[in-house]
């Protein structure tokens, strides 16, 4: 598997701050990037996800920021709140030709304190 | 709609004891099914994906094995669980677009 490398680990923000999540791949195929949101418990779920022909998708308070050349992408979370506290993955896959399966980051434990 | 289900959600099994987790996928014919298993830290490790019925492809040579009987069902085995089997397991299916939904998982802790 290609390996797509996140950063940080873990996370701490303060009610209404931004969060900033980072990574990396190496595989120039790849061209599907979504990020999931997991809770304690539960399986993770789509959060949003972008294609390389765009630098920028905003959803809500969720901005993925995408850059080709340097081959990174990042999530940012604009006026995080608790309940955002969660863990993030970032996943990256190949779907010319066909679908392969995501490759996943090692994820970013956020935790938005009031 | 489509829906994932995925059993049992919690899981205690003694070190040599068999393993068989089942997922099943509703509301889409033909999809793409994944198993993954997530350790503390480690992330999403992918463990096996099949494109159909019969169809396994295998991403890490272990203790485990998967099997799909039938369209939208999707079996993950052991026939001898060791202590590093513990974790969180999760199916995954996938349609034509490149989007996965995952079931709830199942916490698996070998004793």
């Known amino acids: 598997q290609q390996q797509v490398k996140q950063s940080p680990q873990s996370l701490i923000v303060q009610k209404g701050g931004i969060s900033i999540i980072n990574c990396a791949y190496e595989?120039?195929?790849?061209?599907?990037f979504p990020w999931y949101q997991q809770f304690p418990g539960k399986g993770p779920a789509l959060l949003i996800a972008i294609r390389p022909d765009v630098s920028e998708k905003k959803e809500g308070r969720f901005t993925i920021s995408f850059n080709k050349s340097a081959k990174q992408f990042s999530l940012h979370i604009m006026d995080s709140q608790p309940g955002d506290s969660a863990t993030y993955f970032c996943a990256a896959s190949n779907n010319s030709p066909g679908n392969t399966p995501l490759v996943f980051g090692k994820g970013t434990r956020l935790s938005v304190i009031a | 709609s489509q829906t994932i289900h995925q059993w049992p959600a919690t899981l205690v099994q003694p070190v040599g004891s068999p393993l068989s987790l089942e997922c099943t996928v509703e509301?889409?014919?033909?999809?793409?099914l994944y198993w993954y298993r997530q350790a503390a830290g480690r992330g999403l490790q992918l463990l096996f994906y099949s494109v159909g019925i019969g169809q396994i492809s295998s991403e890490v040579p272990q203790n485990l094995s998967a099997s799909r009987p039938q369209d939208r069902q999707f079996i993950l085995s052991s026939k001898k669980l060791l202590l590093s089997d513990s974790g969180f397991y999760l199916c995954?299916?996938?349609?034509?677009?490149?989007?996965?939904?995952f079931g709830q998982g199942t916490r698996l802790t070998v004793v």
């Open positions: 995954a299916w996938s349609g034509d677009s490149t989007e996965a939904f």
């Open positions: 509301g889409t014919s033909n999809p793409n």
């Open positions: 595989n120039t195929a790849f061209d599907y």
